[in-house]
């Protein structure tokens, strides 16, 4: 399929991730204490994008045409020979990813004494992974092919519907069937902690479900907990790592923050916004696709190729929201009483897990998450000085 000028948007996406990559790279080197591990885990990064550039590269220029006359030799026809295309991108793209995780474990974690899997532990979670993907990957190329029988025109909105309901059972899902697959949990076995928890959210009106923890030490030493789930499913979830990593009042700080993200909805915010944009996304490819008559299999497989080049265009506003609930996380634990607890637990952390304190502001912009460390303590410092300064005092929310 000769497509040069979605090739000439590949490279232009791929020259620019190259640029501030480089900055990023220069400015580790320059700043950082960590610059090693840092600069690294970038270049390994940056590989991997090159490297994920060239396979899109490649199946535009010829690989979807194989693939389609390899299937079409086979006797495949209709919906299933498009189905057959997409599902082979899919298996084919995740082998190369699984292969540049395996140098990203292998080249810099292990390298560096993070990385705790055994090769036969990466091996076993990737046939989970690759058998999950087989499984829903032929149901949803099955789906999408399907809708588009009728045309582009026509069938788009049911694709985007099809993503929608895909994004929403498996947020729902990944909780209690998905993510047991690959690490066990178990109720945090600190009844004072749980206690303390649970009356903190009653309070400030937030359903927080079981608190867990995750056996993340089986894979890297890397210190973290999350929120996860949707209604039934919600948890907050520890590494066991936190452990060796924080005191009792700080690992408390930390899910105080994760209970702010419950409070302020923000997975749920942040879903609905990736799920319009992709919706926008998928019905301008639409139109493309049915101008230019392409077949449902191919158009669905260049839609899934090409959208980390379009997903460039918002992330920066992506990143720059979530910031923005980080900020307000750290606010709800400060307002419990557990800001200078959280200040600790941010310097530990950011120091055990050999995260860059600085970064360049235009990687920054485009690519990171969370807010600089130095600009998370100064607003808990700041908020910590306000609070002290009422006039009538404070009682934090949730300390009993």
């Given at each position: ?157 049911g694709v985007a519907l099809l993503w929608a309901g895909f994004v929403w059972a498996r947020s729902s899902l990944w909780p209690t069937l998905i993510a047991p697959l690959f690490n066990r949990y178990r109720l945090y076995d600190d009844a004072g902690l749980e206690y303390r928890v649970q009356a903190m959210a009653l309070q400030a009106g937030v359903r927080v479900?079981?608190?867990l923890e995750m056996d993340g030490s089986r894979r890297s030493s890397h210190g973290n907990a999350q929120v996860t789930g949707f209604g039934a499913s919600r948890r907050v979830v520890l590494l066991d790592t936190l452990r060796g990593i924080l005191e009792p009042e700080e690992i408390m700080a930390v899910v105080a923050h994760e209970v702010g993200h419950l ?138």
């Open positions: 399929m000769n497509l040069p000028l979605l090739g000439i948007v590949v490279i232009g996406g791929l020259l620019w991730q190259l640029w501030l990559y480089g900055r990023e790279i220069r400015f580790q080197w320059r700043r950082s204490a960590m610059a090693n591990y840092s600069v690294r885990r970038l270049q390994v990064t940056l590989l991997g994008l090159i490297i994920e550039a060239l396979f899109v590269l490649l199946m535009l220029a010829a690989g979807l045409d194989g693939l389609n006359r390899l299937w079409l030799e086979t006797g495949l026809h209709g919906w299933l020979l498009n189905g057959a295309v997409l599902l082979s991108i899919l298996m084919l793209q995740a082998a190369m990813q699984r292969g540049i995780a395996l140098l990203r474990v292998w080249g810099v974690e292990r390298r560096f004494g993070y990385a705790c899997q055994s090769l036969g532990g990466f091996f076993r979670d990737t046939l989970i992974k690759g058998g999950l993907l087989l499984l829903c990957g032929a149901l949803l190329a099955a789906a999408a092919t399907g809708l588009l029988e009728t045309g582009w025109q026509r069938g788009w909105w479900g079981p608190l409070g302020g909805r923000h997975l749920g915010l942040y879903q609905l916004c990736t799920l319009f944009v992709a919706t926008v996304w998928i019905g301008l490819f639409s139109w493309l696709a049915a101008t230019l008559a392409w077949a449902p299999g191919s158009g669905l497989a260049l839609l899934w190729l090409l959208s980390p080049t379009a997903a460039l265009l918002v992330k920066p506003l992506f990143a720059h929201m979530i910031r923005g609930f980080e900020h307000q996380a750290d606010a709800f634990a400060e307002a419990c009483g557990y800001g200078d607890a959280l200040a600790c637990a941010l310097l530990k952390l950011t120091r055990h897990n050999g995260a860059a304190t600085e970064s360049d502001p235009w990687f920054s912009r485009v690519y990171h998450s969370h807010p600089r460390l130095a600009d998370r303590l100064q607003r808990l410092r700041e908020a910590a000085a306000r609070r002290a300064a009422e006039p009538f005092g404070h009682t934090p929310l949730g300390v009993y």
